[in-house]
Structures are given as C-alpha cells and as structure tokens.
C-alpha cells in the first residue's frame, strides 16, 4: 500500500469526524482553544485505539498466513471493508438527519462516546491497513493528522456555517474509501 492511498483512505475516514464535529461547532456560542484541544485529544485517542485494535487482528497467526492464495482473500477482505465503509457514509449523506441548532457548550461525554462511535470505522480500516502490509508508522501518522485537521475544520465550519455541511462530508468521505478501494482492485490485478 503506497502514501497516497493511506493518505486518501485517512482523509475519508476523517470526514466522518468532521461531519460529526461540525453539528458540535454549529451549537458552540464561541470557540475555546483549549476545549478544541481536548476534542482533539479525544478523538485521535479513539482512532489511534481503535485502528491499533484492527491492525492486531491482522496479525492473529491463523491470519497473518502470507501465502499467495491468503494475501487475495485479504485483499478482498481489505477491499470488501472500504467499500462497506464508503457505502455507509454515503447512506449517512442521503439519509440527512434534521437537528435543531441551539446554543450550548461542549459536552466531554457526548464527545467520548462520538468519538468511540466515529472509531468503529477506524477499527475495520485497521483491519484493512494491516491485511494490505501498510507501513502502521505511516498510517497512524497520518489518520492522527487528518482527525486533527477534522476536529479543528469541523469546529469551525459548523461555527461559521451552520449544520448543513455535514451531508456534504459524508458524501466526500464515501467517494474518497470506494475510489480507494477501487484504485486497490486495479493495483491488484
């Protein structure tokens, strides 16, 4: 698995977060660096966990078998799980849930348990990274800097521009795991 695929599957992963912390930034009366900072924590906590947690199911020995014949059935584990992925944020995008926008502060619990929902795809990702031999150094470098980079942009998005952007992330981030998983298919063959 190259840079660039582990940097576009990050980037989709991610803007699952942003979508979520976008609705967190439309209800915040302002934002405070330090409460951005803990969301930050938070989240790329969860991530790091949870795609730490997949990628050791991928080296369970009945798993980690590298023959020829298992290294296609994991590529089409890998394959199946972004595909998945992709199609469950694009139903997240079309479904476009209603949410009344009130003002109200950043509630740390609400955050947690977004940010363990949000890592369930980081987990089957880490299923995928680890079934593909990606370089995990790599790969958990670059998940932590896009949710950052999400938390932060989601924030203020949500802030400045309201709840309405968070069909518009899911949507992205769909496209961005199905190409992915696609551009492993043609790499594969």
Excluded at 51 to 70: E, H, K, R
Excluded at 101 to 107: G, L, N, T
Excluded at 111 to 136: K, N, P, Q, R, W
């Amino acid at each position: 698995m190259n840079l660039v695929e582990i940097i576009l599957i990050s980037i989709g992963l991610s803007l699952d977060i942003f979508a979520v912390t976008i609705c967190e930034g439309a209800m915040l009366a302002r934002i405070e660096k330090k409460k951005l900072v803990i969301m930050c924590a938070i989240f790329c906590l969860w991530q790091l966990v949870a795609v730490q947690a997949g990628n050791l199911i991928s080296l369970i020995p009945i798993f980690a078998d590298s023959t020829t014949s298992m290294q296609v059935v994991w590529n089409g584990i890998s394959i199946t799980i972004l595909i998945g992925l992709g199609v469950y944020m694009l139903y997240k995008a079309w479904r476009r849930e209603t949410i009344f926008e009130h003002v109200s502060d950043i509630s740390y619990k609400k955050v947690c348990i977004t940010a363990l929902i949000t890592s369930m795809d980081a987990f089957f990702a880490g299923i995928g990274f680890g079934f593909m031999e990606a370089e995990f150094i790599i790969v958990q470098i670059a998940i932590e800097t896009a949710t950052i980079l999400s938390v932060i942009l989601g924030v203020y998005t949500g802030y400045r521009m309201g709840y309405e952007q968070k069909t518009k992330a899911y949507g992205i981030g769909g496209i961005i795991l199905i190409c992915s998983a696609i551009e492993i298919v043609f790499r594969s063959v």
